[in-house]
């Protein structure tokens, strides 16, 4: 032990004690998806506090010469006895009664499963020094490595950090409704018991309305329990808009929702409103579950969701390498989804996994921040298997149960969401997002870090051709931009079963008038040829500015490929708005074909005989000499767009494009343009080449600009990137890579062609690389998604592997029985080679 306090002596000016601030990584390897659980525990570096798990850590003590880790191995616990069946002594396992995270009777995430066993262990000959024998040791030595492995133990790891937000999903406003709430003198009293909906006779789940005193029921839930809807259907008749849940109240309070704003609400009169009606709170005694009590419920068996899972079949589970699960971090499905789609594709798999001795040897100081190790560690934990096993039985200790249930160890992808997510007002949330969006802003991130090598992102980048054809003088114009995504629209008007669909709309509208249950859906079904027939027929534009004419008329716009990319990625435009604006999804069953011929759709640029409309400017909007200030916006119609969800640089133009004339001109402007690649760009007045706030010759940061120019881009570019986004860095790289074909063929005014040699010159600026074969693919992946808007509801994802369909339900990898193909909102086709 002498020998072993010298050392410690030795390296005691590199241990430290981690201070506020500090990032703490004590739950997983910075390069793998190893754990103090796993095999081998998690050695945690004494200076970075950086995690390695033991096949990892004598690379970092080679690299860096660190010496001092500490080991913490953890061991799955035998389970306690419930309060049903307590023999131990032990209290009872305490149930959530709360909805919230991280706060007294919340969901108790991280509980008390694991023996723990923590030491120092001293490289190269791992020597190992437990806390006992820090006792014989120097006073010196005791009291700083006792003061780090206390000060290491007791810090909050960032991947706990990021897990256990503290949050309260019971906090509820008071309703504005309340104070002033008025109630009708009608003689309404309240027995305390044997309630009835006054429609449908339903005895539970019932409402009153606190302005009249009539109980109804309540809403509909997705699998058909709960009520009839006719509390709703009262306060849509009356806009009386507040109700009492019967059977909740208690002298403590009791559930109040308010239809008018649409949530769960706060009455400080509730004991004066109940009153009115004969009911004392003082008296009452709940017999119903509260709505907090029914979320908990379905935030425990959230992983039993009936639909799109193929849950009616019992589904075989498969392990192995490319066969891993994904951990759900709180709604990271869409995440998980997409990350197992990507790591399919050959282009991602070469990038980072076939690569990654290389990557890992190249990584910075701290590769929890570098963007190629994390993904390459993520697509590795994918694909090599070492992940995929299945989970222990929750009955049966640390032994795995002898009938998996599809449920694996997985990987908890925390390090990879915290980096792809870090900055993003939505994806660094915990919040449900859309898949298609997040597989857009990975893209981005990727064509971001491989300016200068080989790019994966290039399997799915092609090219657009648009035809525009000016009616009144049929001269046409060419022009090509980058995509990654086909949106197919849906044509409802082109269902095949047109009249069981009118015939389910005249029931729905008959139970609503009647109060009747409303009848079972009926799904439209849509012809994939439809789609198609949509996708490529003629747009009208009938304010198109014409250069021939030098004015507006009516033109056309033909949509085609100037390139088939080796993968192509299909979206089915599912979301949509209704006639009030609302956001709605379309219940639609797609035959969705296994294989795909898109020859046709091919571009054949400009035709013999065809007259190309002149490149003539259209007049400014401004004259010259007027001073251009940022426009009047109608601040209430910018609000409510982006209320809807929209981008609030793009309710800017909505508003400025429609001339503050209301909210529906507005929203048509929306509707008409969320497809721009610079939708949600930075607002550019016409008659200037930059953004409110700035000026053309605003001078911008040298330092933003080497930056920019050091990806790739010229420092025109760069230049007309930062004037467009008031000089924020990250807004202008945003800026820049959704403006990849605009900059490929804009003027280089600085050490390039001149004008003149530039109109000279009959050969095109290069533009970004595209792959380009033959359009014939077939089908090898799908992502579905299930719920009423991408902000909610649940993904999953199929992939062919080996002529199997395989399911991936976060954790769970089973083959599929019966893939639902028709019912997919992102496709994903591999080009089929000849």
Same mark, same amino acid.
């Given at each position: 032990?002498?020998?072993?306090?010298?050392?410690?002596?030795?390296?005691?000016?590199?241990?430290?004690?981690?201070?506020?601030?500090?990032?703490?990584?004590?739950?997983?390897?910075?390069?793998?998806?190893?754990?103090?659980?796993?095999? !081998?525990?998690?050695?945690?570096?004494?200076?970075?506090?950086? +995690?390695?798990?033991?096949?990892?850590?004598?690379?970092?003590?080679?690299?860096?010469?660190?010496?001092?880790?500490?080991?913490?191995?953890?061991?799955?616990?035998?389970?306690?006895?419930?309060?049903?069946?307590?023999?131990?002594?032990?209290?009872?396992?305490?149930?959530?009664?709360?909805?919230?995270?991280?706060?007294?009777? !919340?969901?108790?995430?991280?509980?008390?499963?694991?023996?723990?066993?923590?030491?120092?262990?001293?490289?190269?000959?791992?020597?190992?020094?437990?806390?006992?024998?820090?006792?014989?040791?120097?006073?010196?030595?005791?009291?700083?490595?006792?003061?780090?492995?206390?000060?290491?133990?007791?810090?909050?790891?960032?991947?706990?950090?990021?897990?256990?937000?503290?949050?309260? !999903?019971?906090?509820?406003?008071?309703?504005?409704?309340?104070?002033?709430?008025?109630?009708?003198?009608?003689?309404?009293?309240?027995?305390?018991?044997?309630?009835?909906?006054?429609?449908?006779?339903?005895?539970?789940?019932?409402?009153?309305?606190?302005?009249?005193?009539?109980?109804?029921?309540?809403?509909?839930?997705?699998?058909?329990?709960?009520?009839?809807?006719?509390?709703?259907?009262?306060?849509?008749?009356?806009?009386?808009?507040?109700?009492?849940?019967?059977?909740?109240?208690?002298?403590?309070?009791?559930?109040?929702?308010?239809?008018?704003?649409?949530?769960?609400?706060?009455?400080?009169?509730?004991?004066?409103?109940?009153?009115?009606? +004969?009911?004392?709170?003082?008296?009452?005694? %709940?017999?119903?579950?509260?709505?907090?009590?029914?979320?908990?419920?379905?935030?425990?068996?959230?992983?039993?969701?009936?639909?799109?899972?193929?849950?009616?079949?019992?589904?075989?589970?498969?392990?192995?390498?490319?066969?891993? +699960?994904?951990?759900?971090?709180?709604?990271?499905?869409?995440?998980?989804?997409?990350?197992?789609?990507?790591?399919?594709?050959?282009?991602?798999?070469?990038?980072?996994?076939?690569?990654?001795?290389?990557?890992?040897?190249?990584?910075?100081?701290?590769?929890?921040?570098?963007?190629?190790?994390?993904?390459?560690?993520?697509?590795?934990?994918?694909?090599?298997?070492?992940?995929?096993?299945?989970? $222990?039985?929750? !009955?049966?200790?640390?032994?795995?149960?002898?009938?998996?249930?599809?449920?694996?160890?997985?990987?908890?992808?925390?390090?990879?969401?915290?980096?792809? +997510?870090?900055?993003?007002?939505?994806?660094?949330?915990?919040?449900?997002?859309?898949?298609?969006?997040?597989?857009?802003?990975?893209?981005?991130?990727?064509?971001?870090?491989?300016?200068?090598?080989?790019?994966?992102?290039?399997?799915?980048?092609?090219?657009?051709?648009?035809?525009?054809?000016?009616?009144?003088?049929?001269?046409?114009?060419?022009?090509?931009?980058?995509?990654?995504?086909?949106?197919?629209?849906?044509?409802?008007?082109?269902?095949?079963?047109?009249?069981?669909?009118?015939?389910?709309?005249?029931?729905?509208?008959?139970?609503?008038?009647?109060?009747?249950?409303?009848?079972?859906?009926?799904?439209?079904?849509? $012809?994939?040829?439809?789609?198609?027939?949509?996708?490529?027929?003629?747009?009208?534009?009938?304010?198109?500015?014409?250069?021939?004419?030098?004015? %507006?008329?009516?033109?056309?716009?033909?949509?085609?490929?100037?390139?088939?990319?080796?993968?192509?990625?299909?979206?089915?435009?599912?979301?949509?708005?209704?006639?009030?604006?609302?956001?709605?999804?379309?219940?639609?069953?797609?035959?969705?074909?296994?294989?795909?011929?898109?020859?046709?759709?091919?571009?054949?640029?400009?035709?013999?005989?065809?007259?190309?409309?002149?490149?003539?400017?259209?007049?400014?909007?401004?004259?010259?000499?007027?001073?251009?200030?940022?426009?009047?916006?109608?601040?209430?119609?910018?609000?409510?767009?982006?209320?809807?969800?929209? $981008?609030?640089?793009?309710?800017?133009?909505?508003?400025?494009?429609?001339?503050?004339?209301?909210?529906?001109?507005?929203?048509?402007w929306v509707m008409g343009h969320m497809d721009d690649p610079d939708f949600s760009a930075p607002m550019v007045l016409p008659g200037t080449s930059s953004a409110p706030g700035t000026t053309p010759t605003e001078s911008v940061s040298e330092e933003h600009l080497a930056t920019i120019v050091s990806m790739g881009f010229s420092r025109d570019q760069a230049t007309r990137a930062l004037r467009a986004t008031s000089n924020v860095l990250e807004r202008a790289v945003d800026w820049i890579f959704s403006h990849l074909d605009d900059l490929e063929s804009m003027e280089v005014s600085e050490g390039g062609r001149s004008a003149a040699e530039s109109e000279g010159s009959r050969e095109p600026p290069p533009g970004p690389k595209v792959r380009d074969g033959p359009g014939k693919y077939e089908l090898f992946a799908f992502i579905s998604h299930m719920g009423t808007s991408t902000m909610c509801g649940h993904y999953v994802c199929h992939i062919k592997k080996d002529q199997q369909w395989v399911i991936f339900n976060d954790q769970k990898v089973c083959a599929s029985e019966k893939p639902p193909k028709d019912l997919g909102y992102l496709y994903f086709y591999r080009r089929v080679t000849e």
């Amino acid at each position: 032990m002498a020998e072993v306090s010298e050392v410690l002596m030795s390296v005691l000016s590199t241990i430290r004690v981690p201070r506020p601030g500090d990032r703490v990584h004590k739950d997983e390897c910075a390069l793998s998806f190893s754990s103090p659980e796993s095999e !081998g525990g998690l050695y945690v570096c004494m200076n970075s506090f950086l +995690g390695f798990g033991s096949q990892y850590v004598d690379r970092h003590h080679t690299r860096c010469g660190q010496r001092a880790y500490l080991h913490i191995s953890r061991t799955r616990k035998a389970p306690k006895e419930d309060e049903e069946n307590s023999g131990s002594g032990d209290p009872p396992k305490k149930k959530p009664t709360r909805l919230a995270i991280g706060i007294e009777g !919340g969901f108790n995430v991280e509980q008390e499963q694991y023996e723990e066993e923590v030491k120092v262990v001293l490289f190269p000959d791992r020597q190992e020094v437990a806390s006992d024998d820090l006792a014989t040791m120097p006073d010196l030595v005791r009291e700083r490595v006792s003061l780090a492995m206390a000060g290491l133990m007791s810090a909050d790891s960032v991947s706990h950090a990021l897990q256990v937000q503290q949050w309260d !999903g019971e906090v509820r406003a008071e309703s504005r409704h309340a104070v002033e709430l008025k109630q009708l003198d009608n003689g309404t009293k309240i027995p305390p018991s044997g309630w009835r909906c006054e429609v449908c006779d339903l005895q539970e789940n019932l409402w009153m309305n606190l302005s009249d005193g009539r109980v109804f029921c309540g809403r509909r839930y997705f699998d058909g329990s709960g009520g009839n809807n006719h509390a709703l259907l009262h306060f849509q008749q009356t806009g009386h808009p507040l109700a009492v849940k019967l059977g909740t109240i208690t002298p403590d309070g009791a559930d109040v929702y308010s239809y008018d704003e649409d949530d769960m609400v706060l009455d400080p009169k509730l004991p004066e409103h109940l009153s009115h009606f +004969g009911i004392d709170m003082m008296t009452m005694e %709940k017999t119903e579950h509260t709505m907090t009590e029914l979320e908990i419920a379905v935030n425990q068996r959230v992983g039993e969701w009936e639909v799109i899972q193929e849950s009616g079949a019992t589904l075989r589970p498969l392990s192995g390498p490319g066969l891993t +699960g994904m951990k759900n971090l709180g709604n990271s499905c869409y995440l998980n989804s997409v990350m197992q789609v990507l790591f399919t594709v050959p282009d991602f798999q070469s990038k980072y996994v076939s690569n990654i001795d290389k990557i890992f040897d190249e990584a910075p100081s701290d590769p929890t921040q570098d963007f190629k190790t994390q993904v390459a560690k993520l697509g590795y934990g994918l694909l090599s298997g070492e992940y995929s096993k299945p989970a $222990p039985d929750p !009955g049966e200790g640390s032994e795995p149960s002898s009938e998996p249930r599809g449920d694996q160890v997985g990987i908890a992808a925390r390090m990879f969401k915290a980096l792809v +997510g870090r900055g993003h007002p939505e994806f660094s949330t915990n919040r449900q997002q859309d898949a298609q969006e997040f597989l857009l802003h990975f893209i981005n991130m990727v064509e971001r870090n491989c300016r200068s090598g080989v790019n994966p992102s290039e399997a799915f980048r092609f090219l657009v051709e648009e035809r525009i054809v000016c009616q009144q003088s049929q001269k046409a114009k060419y022009t090509q931009r980058v995509d990654y995504i086909l949106q197919l629209p849906v044509p409802m008007d082109q269902a095949t079963n047109t009249e069981e669909l009118q015939e389910a709309e005249r029931r729905r509208e008959e139970a609503d008038s009647s109060g009747a249950p409303p009848p079972t859906p009926v799904r439209a079904c849509i $012809p994939f040829t439809a789609c198609m027939a949509a996708l490529s027929e003629p747009e009208t534009l009938t304010d198109f500015w014409s250069s021939a004419a030098q004015a %507006k008329t009516t033109a056309t716009k033909t949509t085609r490929f100037a390139s088939f990319p080796d993968h192509m990625v299909i979206q089915v435009k599912k979301f949509t708005f209704g006639q009030d604006w609302v956001p709605k999804k379309l219940d639609v069953s797609i035959d969705v074909p296994d294989t795909l011929d898109l020859t046709a759709l091919r571009g054949t640029g400009q035709q013999p005989g065809e007259e190309l409309l002149p490149e003539v400017a259209p007049p400014p909007l401004m004259t010259p000499d007027l001073e251009v200030k940022a426009p009047v916006l109608d601040d209430s119609t910018v609000s409510q767009l982006c209320e809807m969800g929209f $981008p609030l640089e793009a309710c800017r133009k909505a508003v400025y494009y429609t001339g503050n004339t209301g909210i529906d001109a507005a929203m048509n402007w929306v509707m008409g343009h969320m497809d721009d690649p610079d939708f949600s760009a930075p607002m550019v007045l016409p008659g200037t080449s930059s953004a409110p706030g700035t000026t053309p010759t605003e001078s911008v940061s040298e330092e933003h600009l080497a930056t920019i120019v050091s990806m790739g881009f010229s420092r025109d570019q760069a230049t007309r990137a930062l004037r467009a986004t008031s000089n924020v860095l990250e807004r202008a790289v945003d800026w820049i890579f959704s403006h990849l074909d605009d900059l490929e063929s804009m003027e280089v005014s600085e050490g390039g062609r001149s004008a003149a040699e530039s109109e000279g010159s009959r050969e095109p600026p290069p533009g970004p690389k595209v792959r380009d074969g033959p359009g014939k693919y077939e089908l090898f992946a799908f992502i579905s998604h299930m719920g009423t808007s991408t902000m909610c509801g649940h993904y999953v994802c199929h992939i062919k592997k080996d002529q199997q369909w395989v399911i991936f339900n976060d954790q769970k990898v089973c083959a599929s029985e019966k893939p639902p193909k028709d019912l997919g909102y992102l496709y994903f086709y591999r080009r089929v080679t000849e």
